[in-house]
């Protein structure tokens, strides 16, 4: 019995899995690349994946270009690193070889770090701006179909066929933006107003809490306004102007960024448990949902899933992007870098948060499938 076997998953999950990683891999890494080899930094090896190489060649600067078996990640290797998580060399600190990464000055490495994870969001940006302008992004219109019977809404005087406006000052255009606004603010007052035949009404609504269960056992406490969504056959598809698409999409990105921080946030608050954390096999399902419901879907969950992996790189967490950022913030503060020995523990440190996350994610994926 293989892996995907064991939870039932169809081994098919792994094509648009592997397809949409790589991808997103190679943006990421080739962030890092560009800004590295525009200050002069000596490559070693840039690869897609980890483990034995099955193919790869040298470019006309000596870097060794590869694709490895296991697709689970990449690393661009620069002269006067250690590993692939770009820890220096002992002899790299204080060195003077203008190709050594590690004798770039201290903003110049900052640059080469934070341009992976701004790879992604680049990736992303594109790829909502172009869905946008090109194609037109379906959408429900916030009208109330129906009240939870004893719901919020209808306990503040909502009702059936109003159109929500706005939600505590947030213009709110579609179904989902309803969703989005009031997502982890259970228990909270919001004011809401709402078109009832061409005239503004405006709601105080005290959110209820609720928690549901998924269709893999996950369980999500969800801030409820009380009202249903109309049907599919109201579903609307609009195209924006370039310019407008652009900015819908930073705007898109931005509340992607601000829920993700927000639920970590009350992972540490004790307000959530961390069972929506989930590891490469609800990837693997979300990319294959995507690419059964067509190729645009699909280039679409590319584009949240690059945004994910950037914030992800941006976490403080030394081995990742932002743990080199802490790193070389503190070395900007001192004036030198911290010593070998304290880099090389704080990154086993980082390696091993790492591999807790992602034992985390796995186990979590294991459970909601086993269920």
Excluded at 150 to 157: F, I, L, N, R
């Amino acid at each position: 019995m293989d892996f995907f076997s064991f939870l039932n998953l169809p081994v098919v999950y792994a094509i648009p899995f592997l397809a949409a990683l790589t991808v997103i891999i190679f943006v990421h890494e080739l962030g890092h690349f560009l800004v590295a080899r525009w200050f002069g930094v000596a490559i070693d090896t840039f690869s897609i994946g980890f483990g034995h190489e099955i193919l790869g060649w040298y470019d006309r600067y000596g870097t060794r270009w590869k694709l490895c078996w296991i697709l689970l990640g990449g690393y661009v290797k620069f002269k006067g690193d250690a590993n692939a998580a770009s820890l220096p060399k002992a002899a790299s600190l204080g060195t003077l070889d203008p190709g050594n990464f590690h004798a770039k000055p201290v903003w110049q490495r900052a640059a080469v770090t934070v341009a992976g994870p701004l790879a992604n969001f680049i990736l992303a940006v594109l790829i909502f701006t172009g869905g946008y302008a090109f194609v037109g992004m379906p959408y429900l219109p916030p009208l109330v179909a129906d009240l939870v019977p004893e719901g919020a809404a209808k306990k503040s005087g909502i009702m059936v066929g109003d159109r929500i406006v706005s939600i505590d000052g947030r213009e709110i255009k579609s179904f989902q933006d309803i969703q989005e606004t009031v997502l982890f603010r259970g228990g909270q007052r919001v004011d809401v107003v709402v078109d009832r035949q061409g005239q503004f009404q405006n709601f105080t609504v005290a959110l209820q809490e609720r928690e549901e269960t998924d269709g893999y056992g996950r369980v999500t406490k969800l801030a409820l306004l009380g009202i249903m969504a109309p049907g599919r056959d109201t579903i609307l598809i609009e195209r924006l102007p370039l310019l407008q698409a652009g900015a819908k999409a930073v705007e898109r990105i931005g509340h992607i960024t601000a829920t993700t921080f927000k639920y970590v946030g009350r992972i540490f608050t004790g307000k959530e448990n961390g069972s929506q954390i989930g590891g490469v096999v609800s990837i693997a399902r979300v990319a294959s949902d995507a690419a059964s419901a067509g190729l645009f879907q699909f280039i679409l969950i590319i584009g949240l899933i690059s945004v994910s992996i950037g914030l992800i790189n941006l976490f403080p967490i030394p081995m990742l992007d932002g743990g080199h950022l802490v790193l070389q913030g503190i070395e900007a503060v001192l004036g030198k870098p911290l010593g070998a020995n304290v880099q090389e523990w704080s990154f086993r440190i980082g390696f091993s948060l790492v591999l807790m996350l992602m034992v985390m994610g796995l186990v979590n994926d294991i459970g909601w499938i086993t269920k």
